[in-house]
């Protein structure tokens, strides 16, 4: 069965950073695409990072210059080092397992999903 396990978040001050690791197991991790998405309470699950199994990346505007995407395939794990973190970060990150055809900002590229870990950025 597949398995994505997210790790890493925590509370912080502005400024900060926190790395995020997802373990992955239960599918053929290097050929997939894997992203990184959050939910704020009463808002939509947005797009953060995405990366692709030959290490193409894409990030959302707001994010681009202070989180970084990255994957281990040895490790069948994906990574999200977040730096100079503000209070508008603060929500729950989520992991995601996709073909690799797809467009990395779209929600429905994955087919696979974590469990989320939570992330507060005090001002």
């Known amino acids: 069965q597949v398995r994505l396990v997210e790790s890493g978040g925590g509370l912080v001050q502005a400024g900060d950073s926190l790395r995020l690791s997802c373990a992955a197991s239960g599918l053929t991790f290097s050929t997939t695409s894997m992203g990184w998405f959050r939910q704020a309470p009463g808002k939509e699950r947005d797009f953060v990072a995405g990366?692709?199994?030959?290490?193409?990346?894409d990030y959302a505007e707001s994010v681009k210059g202070r989180f970084t995407i990255s994957r281990d395939n040895a490790k069948n794990a994906v990574y999200l080092q977040m730096n100079s973190l503000k209070p508008e970060d603060t929500a729950a990150y989520y992991c995601a397992q996709g073909g690799d055809s797809g467009f990395l900002r779209r929600r429905n590229t994955y087919s696979y999903w974590g469990q989320g870990t939570q992330v507060t950025v005090s001002s």
């Open positions: 990366i692709r199994s030959g290490g193409m990346t």
